[in-house]
């Protein structure tokens, strides 16, 4: 089969392939040779399974997700749904400031859906949404976990207010949008959230 | 320029001394004295009297294998944290000492980027790398990025070293254990599941090491739990180092502290680097573990970049951590 890789990490490689004759996005989470077998089958297998169970979890509860296909805990691939749409971090810099503001509360209306059932994405950055059929869809759960306490929430929101500052620079309202998403979706407190998004900024670590 | 350096953030209290050859750094010599306890792990105030006592002989003992004369020294530098107070003290009041009666400048670093800047100096090629910065106290993954060393990730609780070395006096073993559990690993062969614990970037021990004592009471030999735990810490090392040269592209990894000394972290990290196109680089045994050289290399780097220090500035920090430093001597 004929596969293209579009993107190489430090752990998996993202590539193009077909599945029952459609074309599929496969994750493959690569074979460390330093590592012994018995530790390297079970990170693979493990890191595979908790991020297609968050990927089909996030699915359930309305989050615009890649469909999975297949996933295979022995050789560490989840076969997904090919998404040709357009990063939100290629086009939001370009967009009307009415539009920016639409999309900007989108994310933020997604996050609190996720945030609501304690899925944690670990990586929301403007590179890991894909604007697709006037959705946004979030992508790469590899870094992602459940957790119900308001430090990971409130630490998943940080990533991406840190993302908007150094790829968004010019559109410092962007945050300010995607939390009154988040507001009106949130069932938790959303307040509380934001001043642990406060307190993790003040822990001098991250200045 | 010949620069005298004093190291003394824990139970090492070192004296080197080098000299800059068109921005290499040879060593003309590097003595070191170690504090070993009895037993337990290092109290500060004993380790620090044992620094007191030894540094004096030390600075004499490193100059005159140096082949230097006092009056030749041009710098004095000290390691100015991060490390336990009482040490940190008598090693800066050392070198105040010192500065002050050969009426000759002072410089504080830093001595986690002084691991790290020892390696560029010394070992041919090394010029951009990851450092992989492991001993007892500390464990980080530096590298330079925008203007500054940055900690892409380090540990969450307590360095690799202590992890291992509080394991080793758990079963019985003197300080160090480092060495006594790689000899002891070899033999091991059954894997023993252990919690694989790193989180973004950063990783803990803690848990781990509980779990690897519970195999302990538990009976299981002593060989398999120490193959186990190395395996382990190791694969969770070479993972976030792999992610920080993933994230920063860089394509080289360098290795320092004193368990860079353990043969299967540098045959992993090795590995990593070999499957990634990367070069590896460690370098040599007295300058991975806490030197007078590093810390007299650093001095020297700074003050050639123009920084300068009073006395009054020299005071100590004890968390003075790797992205404070002003990085003037790089562009």
């Known amino acids: ?207 | 320029m010949i620069c005298l350096g004093i190291e003394g953030t824990a139970h090492s209290i070192g004296v080197g001394i080098i000299k800059d050859v068109k921005g290499n750094c040879h060593i003309l010599s590097n003595l070191i004295k170690t504090y070993k306890p009895e037993k337990g792990g290092i109290h500060p105030r004993e380790a620090a009297n044992h620094h007191a006592t030894y540094i004096a002989d030390l600075i004499s003992e490193s100059v005159q294998k140096a082949g230097v004369h006092f009056t030749d020294i041009d710098l004095v530098s000290f390691s100015q944290g991060p490390g336990l107070g009482p040490c940190l003290r008598t090693a800066a009041t050392a070198a105040r000492a010192l500065a002050l009666t050969l009426e000759k400048p002072i410089m504080g670093v830093n001595h986690c980027v002084a691991h790290l800047e020892i390696g560029r100096g010394t070992v041919r090629g090394c010029t951009d790398p990851v450092l992989l910065y492991v001993s007892g106290a500390n464990t980080q993954v530096i590298a330079f990025a925008e203007g500054k060393y940055r900690v892409f990730g380090e540990t969450l609780d307590i360095g690799i070293g202590n992890c291992l070395d509080k394991f080793g006096r758990d079963i019985g073993l003197k300080f160090p254990c480092g060495p006594k559990i790689e000899e002891l690993a070899k033999k091991g062969a059954r894997y023993l599941l252990l919690p694989y614990s790193i989180k973004g970037m950063d990783i803990a021990f803690s848990g781990l090491l509980t779990a690897a004592e519970n195999y302990v009471s538990k009976g299981e030999p002593l060989e398999d739990i120490c193959y186990s735990l190395q395996e382990m810490t190791f694969a969770m090392l070479t993972e976030v180092t792999e992610r920080a040269m993933a994230h920063t592209e860089k394509q080289e990894v360098l290795l320092g502290g004193g368990v860079a000394s353990n043969k299967r972290l540098r045959e992993m990290v090795g590995r990593m680097a070999k499957d990634r196109s990367a070069r590896f680089f460690v370098p040599s045994r007295d300058v991975c573990v806490d030197n007078g050289a590093m810390i007299a290399w650093l001095g020297f780097l700074m003050y050639e970049s123009g920084m300068r220090m009073s006395i009054d500035e020299s005071v100590i920090n004890q968390r003075f951590r790797t992205d404070l430093v002003e990085v003037h001597w790089r562009g």
Do not use: W
């Open chain 1, 1 to 207: 089969m004929v596969k293209k890789i579009l993107y190489r990490g430090a752990e998996a490689e993202i590539c193009l392939s077909k599945y029952m004759r459609k074309t599929v996005v496969q994750k493959r989470r690569i074979k460390k040779a330093y590592r012994i077998r018995e530790i390297d089958g079970l990170l693979i297998a493990s890191r595979t399974k908790e991020e297609a169970k968050l990927i089909a979890e996030s699915r359930i509860h309305g989050v615009s997700v890649p469909i999975l296909y297949d996933v295979d805990l022995a050789h560490g691939i989840i076969t997904m749904e090919y998404l040709a749409g357009k990063r939100v971090k290629d086009i939001l810099n370009s967009l009307e400031e009415a539009e920016r503001k639409l999309i900007c509360q989108k994310i933020g209306e997604s996050i609190a859906c996720l945030h609501n059932h304690d899925i944690i994405h670990g990586d929301i950055t403007t590179s890991n949404m894909i604007l697709l059929d006037n959705r946004i869809h979030f992508i790469d759960f590899g870094l992602g976990c459940k957790n119900s306490e308001m430090e990971a929430k409130g630490v998943d929101l940080h990533v991406l207010m840190e993302a908007f500052e150094s790829t968004h620079s010019k559109y410092s309202d962007c945050f300010k949008y995607v939390f009154e998403g988040y507001k009106k979706q949130f069932h938790g407190d959303a307040s509380a959230v934001m001043k642990k998004i406060d307190d993790i900024v003040r822990r001098g670590r991250y200045r």
